[in-house]
């Protein structure tokens, strides 16, 4: 049981260039996340997908996109990326249901340097 | 989302006791209190739920008074591997609410522990 895992783990990007931020969980879970951390901060919520088919924004979802492709897997999309964006990444899963939407379950983060 | 207020930082000891106490004077009566703990270079994870009263698990325990606007987050015992910035965070147990499962993170305590 791998639990929530993200690709790639590092990336350097110029700025302007594009990419996408995997992550899968085999929890079985019906909702996900993703947040970034800037150094010395608390974590703050990009996006959240509820369940498979929707997804809605968080605290700061500008230069941002997402997909939920299916139940395990959530993409954050960087179109055109800015060195405001070099943060640490991180997805989550939970179960959907009330108190459990808070217990979540998070990955390991991506490292994203934007120069 | 109710605001939480937590100290910067705390120093302790290996096998004592420690107390981390958060204020959130304006939580909401359908509110859920959570705490996580988050190591160097990793993703945060859930320690304890709880809603009134005490609660227990096999890491921590979690006291929140009648009025609920404070918790305490009590780790029995510590050692040097409970070094880790703690969260705590509240949030609206409703679904339907535009704040339902966004979880917003604030800076956390810093524990450290000494040898």
């Known amino acids: 049981n791998a639990g929530v895992t993200q690709t790639p783990k590092f990336q350097v990007l110029k700025t302007g260039q594009s990419m996408t931020l995997q992550c899968a969980q085999d929890m079985n879970h019906n909702s996900m996340y993703w947040y970034r951390q800037d150094p010395g901060m608390g974590l703050r919520l990009i996006y959240y997908s509820a369940s498979e088919g929707t997804t809605d924004k968080g605290e700061v979802p500008n230069g941002y996109n997402v997909s939920r492709l299916n139940k395990r897997e959530f993409s954050l999309r960087l179109e055109s990326a800015a060195p405001s964006q070099t943060s640490v990444y991180f997805c989550?899963?939970?179960?959907?249901?009330?108190?459990?939407?808070?217990?979540?379950?998070f990955g390991p983060g991506t490292r994203l340097t934007v120069t | 989302l109710a605001k939480t207020t937590q100290p910067i930082s705390m120093d302790s000891y290996e096998g004592q006791e420690v107390n981390i106490t958060c204020s959130h004077n304006n939580i909401a009566t359908n509110d859920y209190i959570t705490w996580y703990q988050q190591f160097p270079s990793q993703g945060p994870r859930f320690i304890i739920q709880?809603?009134?009263t005490k609660v227990t698990n096999e890491v921590a325990s979690l006291f929140i008074p009648a009025d609920r606007k404070s918790s305490t987050l009590s780790l029995p015992r510590v050692s040097l591997s409970d070094t880790a910035v703690y969260y705590c965070?509240?949030?609206?147990?409703?679904?339907?609410?535009?704040?339902?499962?966004?979880?917003?993170f604030g800076q956390g305590t810093i524990l450290t522990v000494h040898p």
């Open positions: 965070l509240v949030g609206p147990s409703n679904a339907g609410g535009t704040s339902y499962g966004k979880l917003t």
């Open positions: 709880g809603y009134k």
């Open positions: 989550a899963s939970s179960e959907a249901w009330p108190g459990a939407i808070y217990e979540q379950y």
